[in-house]
């Protein structure tokens, strides 16, 4: 997955509307504030997306092989969703799900095998160790 379709994604579940007819609470309300916080910061975070390349990640994968563009993605999303602050459930939840769907249990283990794979190419072990030291 990469970052554009996580983003995507994310953006996708933060903007849905609040289900028809439910009862406007003090509770709702904190969780409709929460969420128009979440959009306005992903609405900065993809504006800058857009000016900028295609893919902030764009110079770390460019020449290098498929499995290894999208290993430096899920490298520098754990590193971001391993950083995150979970301070209530919704949170909780999702900064779990993003792990789970990076498999970020898994990622040393993989990077471990690109490493060995890639070992005599050094501008592929150089872009791998720039994306273990990512994060947005």
Known sequence: MTVREFVGRQHAMLARPAEIGQEQTIENLGHSSMRRRYLVILSVFCATYALADDDPLASLKKGQPK????????LVGCNHWTGEEPYDAERKQEISSAIADLKCARLAKDEAAARKRYANEPGTIKALQQARETSF
């Open 67 to 74: 499995d290894v563009s999208e290993l430096i993605d899920r």
